[in-house]
Nanobody, 123 residues
């Protein structure tokens, strides 16, 4: 069973960087597409980035393309989201998620979720 735990959130100034990590303690990581989503109060959870099970394919939301990078290491059961040139509008709780099969960008298509980690960007 996939059990995801995020870490690495915190506070950054606009233009700065943060790196989020998500580790699967269940040990079945290698078979799943992994995604990062974010959510702010009163808004729906939105897609940020996803990476295929092999790591060969990635997809990004237009709002983060060129600034964020998703990567994974299956041997370490870990996926990362590198946030560069952050903006105040990147402030949100960031969630790691997993699904069997191909990359999808809709939260409802992901089966497993972490508890979330807060990212706050100050101007």
């Amino acid at each position: 069973q996939v059990q995801l735990v995020e870490s690495g959130g915190g506070v950054a100034q606009a233009g700065g960087s943060l790196r989020l990590s998500c580790r699967d303690s269940g040990g079945t990581f290698v078979d799943y597409t992994l995604g990062w989503f974010r959510q702010t109060p009163g808004k729906e959870r939105e897609f940020v980035a996803a990476i295929s099970a092999s790591g060969s394919l990635t997809t990004y939301a237009d709002s983060v393309k060129g600034r964020f990078t998703i990567a994974r290491a299956n041997a370490r059961n870990t996926v990362w989201l590198q946030l560069n040139t952050v903006k105040p509008e990147d402030t949100a709780v960031y969630f790691c998620a997993a699904r069997p099969g191909f990359i999808r960008t809709t939260p409802g298509q992901y089966s497993y979720w972490g508890q979330g980690t807060q990212v706050t960007v100050s101007s």
